[in-house]
């Protein structure tokens, strides 16, 4: 009866890192559509702020 308690607990853990591992993964996916559509407007912000630096554009 023991064994059984075991397994159950044992199968949760491997649950719950395949979760996080699809949360990783969800989250990863986010990134990379966000910085794919603003990608030119976040350089265009990082040129600018680059062209206001002393010694900065050159």
């Given at each position: 009866?023991?064994?059984?308690?075991?397994?159950?607990?044992?199968?949760?853990e491997?649950?719950?890192m395949t979760e996080y591992g699809l949360i990783l993964g969800l989250i990863a996916v986010g990134v990379i559509v966000v910085l794919t559509?603003?990608?030119?407007?976040?350089?265009g912000v990082?040129?600018?702020l680059t062209g206001q630096l002393p010694?900065?554009?050159?």
């Amino acid at each position: 009866m023991g064994n059984k308690f075991k397994g159950l607990f044992i199968e949760e853990e491997g649950q719950g890192m395949t979760e996080y591992g699809l949360i990783l993964g969800l989250i990863a996916v986010g990134v990379i559509v966000v910085l794919t559509t603003l990608g030119e407007e976040i350089q265009g912000v990082f040129e600018n702020l680059t062209g206001q630096l002393p010694g900065g554009g050159e």
